[in-house]
Structure formats: C-alpha cells, structure tokens
C-alpha cells in the first residue's frame, strides 16, 4: 500500500509492516481498521518530531531511534488486535497470564482495557512477536504505566486522539502534541479519567499511581496557549 511506503523504513522492515497490515486488514471490521490506521498515521507524525527528529538521519543515534520508529508503526497497527475477539476468550488470556500484567483480577472485568492486557499475549503467539517492548507498549496502550518512555506515550496519545476522533477537547490535544507530547500526555490521561467518572465506568486499579506520577513529572508544565 502506498502509505507503507511512505514510511521511514527500510525494505525489510516495509514488508515485515505490510505483511502485518495485510493479515489485520482480512480480520478487523472496517471502523476498527480505520482507527488503526488513522492511529498509525498520527503516530507517525508525532515521531517525526519526538523520535526521529524530522528526518534528520546524521544524528548520533539514529539507527537507535529507527528502530524504535519501525516498533512503533508495529504497535499502532497491533494495538486494538484482541478486540477481535470475544470477552471471555480475553479475560481467559488474561487469567492465565495475570502473573505478567500490572492489574488486579477485578481489572479483567473491565472490557475497555482488557483486550490490551490479553492481546499482547495473543499477538505474541500469533504474530511471532517476542519483543518485550512491542508487547509492554500493546498491553498498556489504553492505560498507560509509570515513567513511560517516549514510544508510549505516543501510541497512548494517538490513540485517543488520531484525525477520527470527535470530542470537545480534542482539537486542543492534538494542537498540544505537536508543541509538547508530555504536556499532551498529562491532558489526555486527565480527560480519560474524567471519561470514566462522568461515565460511571469501573476505573483501572493503576490509574490514579499512573496520574500521579504523570504530574509528578509533567504538571508544572504549561503551553500557555489554554485559557
């Protein structure tokens, strides 16, 4: 596909993502491929200027931070993979592997997040994925951890924020993410929680150590541009 080609990868890393893109693009509704793909896209454009520093390829430590662009393209199109399947194959997976996710049992009852605690060990076996950060980052998409690295934080946040979505705030987040991803970072998590409460939706048994550590490390910070 032309947008593949697009990407700042090299041949072999092209063909490896397409072989991807073509096996969910056979199994994922049409909504949930687009949003994959429109999480890709915005994923992509934010690496731009938090990873790969614009193109730039003379920088020390490009081959370093290519190799963690291409991971990040991985991610954003195998992030929402388990929800292709139903809640009780999901919290099976999950049950089966709660020794290695940060969560509570009372947390796989929570749809929204489960099919990331569970998808990461399916695309594990599925895709022949070994790559703990692959994995880490697909697990935690929708809930984010503690001292994130960079990658993370902009899957999270593309995620909530990719050209599909359509919510009051969102215009403002994705102008922020272009001039701060930590402060966007911190603005997201604090519209999600806020989603949930108002929503009367179970909250993650992490989320409020995650918010604190998110303004801990981010909350002094200010654009300047919100009134």
């Known amino acids: 596909m032309d947008f593949i080609n697009k990407l700042k990868l090299n041949q072999v890393q092209k063909k490896h993502i397409s072989e991807i893109n073509e096996r969910v693009s056979d199994v994922f509704p049409p909504d949930l491929y687009e949003h994959t793909i429109s999480t890709l896209f915005y994923s992509e454009k934010l690496a731009g200027s938090y990873i790969l520093k614009d193109g730039n390829m003379d920088y020390e430590n490009f081959q370093t931070d290519q190799i963690a662009y291409y991971k990040l393209c991985m991610v954003a199109l195998l992030h929402d993979y388990g929800k292709i399947f139903n809640f009780e194959k999901l919290k099976e997976v999950a049950l089966k592997n709660n020794d290695r996710i940060d ?16 998808g990461a060990f399916i695309v594990k076996d599925e895709f022949n994925i070994d790559d703990e950060e692959i994995l880490k980052s697909i697990m935690y998409h929708t809930t984010g ?3 994130m690295n960079i990658a993370d934080k902009i899957i999270y ?3 909530k924020i990719e050209e ?4 009051r705030e969102v215009y403002y987040l994705r102008e922020l993410s272009l001039k701060n991803i930590n402060l966007c970072l911190l603005e997201v998590y ?8 108002k ?8 989320t409020f150590n995650i918010w604190n ?11 300047g541009s919100r009134r």
């Open 199 to 206: 929503n009367n939706k179970n909250i993650y048994s992490n």
């Open 190 to 197: 604090k519209n999600n929680i806020i989603y949930i409460i």
């Open 157 to 159: 946040v593309s995620d």
């Open 145 to 147: 951890y503690c001292n």
């Open 213 to 223: 550590n998110i303004c801990k490390l981010y909350g002094g910070l200010t654009d």
């Open 164 to 167: 599909r979505r359509n919510y």
């Open 103 to 118: 969560a509570v049992r009372e947390d796989f009852d929570i749809n929204s997040i489960l099919h990331g605690f569970a």
